[in-house]
């Protein structure tokens, strides 16, 4: 059965630490998506691959995110340096983006609960 | 801008009976896709449902049906025989067909509570 796998599914970590979140998407799926989910703001969109191009990250706050493809099986997220604030559940997500091929829907990894103490 | 509104927080339905969840969304494209995700408590996010908005027929897989009303932007999500397992919050989200663009946009979310 095919997932999306996240990796760590918890962790808990000190203020100014670096936190390597990391993802592999379906086999064969072209685009993957970073998702923070808080009781605030709810899900948040904070970058996306296409064909391990990044597309969009807007949703990121620059200068301490950073989003990465190194290669097709691979996606991550990293925080550097972690803030109290980061303290949320994040999501990768991956789809194949062909209509052709019935594509489309994005798949969600478990999550990474990841809380900056 | 795009948008999904979820008007309700939370709902609840007695085991058994059918309930509806409301979606509506905001958008000038006239091709896209429609979907809902349930979260269960240990917060995996799970496809539901979806819906392309230029298939006329709604949608349904096993209980779950939709009430797509293109014109109207709506999107409702209806469970029949409600069961414990369906307890959970559901999303709904929305992603323009558009060249180039792969974002798909999130409600706030639905709390449903099911009582035995």
């Known amino acids: 059965d095919a997932r999306v796998t996240q990796t760590p599914r918890d962790k808990v970590t000190e203020m100014g630490q670096e936190v390597t979140m990391r993802c592999q998407p379906i086999?064969?799926?072209?685009?993957v998506f970073w998702y923070r989910q808080t009781m605030m703001q709810g899900l948040e969109l904070l970058a996306y691959?296409?064909?391990?191009?990044?597309?969009?990250d807007s949703g990121m706050p620059k200068d301490r995110f950073s989003a990465e493809m190194p290669d097709a099986t691979l996606a991550t997220l990293k925080i550097q340096p972690s803030e109290p604030r980061d303290s949320a559940v994040y999501f990768c997500?991956?789809?194949?983006?062909?209509?052709?091929?019935?594509?489309?829907?994005?798949?969600f990894g478990e999550g990474s609960w990841l809380t900056v103490v | 801008a795009q948008t999904v509104t979820q008007s309700q927080p939370e709902m609840s339905v007695q085991e058994a009976e059918t309930v509806t969840l409301s979606c509506t969304y905001d958008?000038?494209?006239?091709?896209?896709?429609l979907f809902w995700y349930k979260q269960p408590p240990s917060r995996q996010m799970i496809l539901v449902i979806r819906?392309?908005?230029?298939?006329?027929q709604n949608a349904t897989e096993n209980r779950f049906s939709v009430n797509f009303q293109k014109a109207a932007k709506s999107f409702s999500l209806k469970i029949s025989d409600s069961q414990l397992g369906d307890a959970a919050m559901y999303f709904c989200?929305?992603?323009?067909?558009?060249?180039?663009?792969?974002?798909?946009?999130f409600g706030t979310g639905t709390r449903l509570k099911v009582l035995a």
């Open positions: 997500a991956s789809g194949l983006d062909d209509r052709a091929a019935g594509g489309n829907t994005i798949y």
């Open positions: 086999l064969g799926h072209n685009t």
């Open positions: 691959f296409r064909n391990r191009a990044p597309l969009d």
């Open positions: 958008t000038s494209e006239s091709d896209y896709y």
């Open positions: 819906q392309e908005a230029y298939k006329q």
């Open positions: 989200a929305y992603r323009p067909y558009t060249s180039g663009t792969y974002k798909y946009i």
